[in-house]
């Protein structure tokens, strides 16, 4: 089974607009990575990946691979697959002469995608792909994600 996660507002969260994070790293990679994750990501993480599950990063942004990698590993989260901006207008837009929708998980048969942003939900309804909308500070969200990625898992 495969779950990915949108960055921007879904896993990089600003302590500003109320958010708990994860402790910055230390310096001088705090230099270098300034995002901050949405406390309880490397948790979640790790309890998917023993459910078995692969992990993969889907962002609309042109943030590198290689950085997006690089930040999640410093927390100790390894990462199977990123799609970013560039990557989905190569794979994804390219071969459609139709505008295809901002995010299209489905292409990359990922299973359950999680994701801030109402008109991926939307999409995932109209294109038929499973999004998990999450939304403001919410205190249960690593067990909301791993009851829905369960619930996934059970047979039709
Ligand atoms: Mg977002």
Do not use: C
Not at 66 to 91: C, K, M, Q, T
Not at 130 to 144: C, H
Request: no cysteine.
């Amino acid at each position: 089974m495969r779950i990915s996660f949108d960055l921007d507002d879904t896993l990089f969260v600003a302590e500003e607009d109320g958010f708990a994070v994860e402790p910055p790293l230390r310096f001088p990679l705090n230099r270098l990575f300034q995002e901050r994750l949405r406390k309880g990501t490397p948790e979640l993480m790790r309890r998917l990946r023993e459910a078995g599950w692969e992990i993969w990063i889907y962002t609309t942004s042109f943030r590198s691979p290689f950085y997006i990698r690089s930040l999640f590993r410093h927390y100790g989260i390894p990462i199977d697959e990123i799609v970013n901006g560039a990557r989905h207008e190569r794979e994804v837009q390219a071969e459609h002469n139709d505008p295809m929708p901002s995010k299209y998980p489905a292409h990359y048969r990922i299973d359950l995608h999680v994701d801030d942003d109402r008109s991926v939900y939307q999409n995932g309804a109209y294109y038929g792909f499973r999004v998990f909308l999450i939304g403001p500070p919410d205190d249960e969200w690593v067990e909301k994600i791993m009851q829905e990625a369960m619930r996934r898992r059970l047979p039709k």
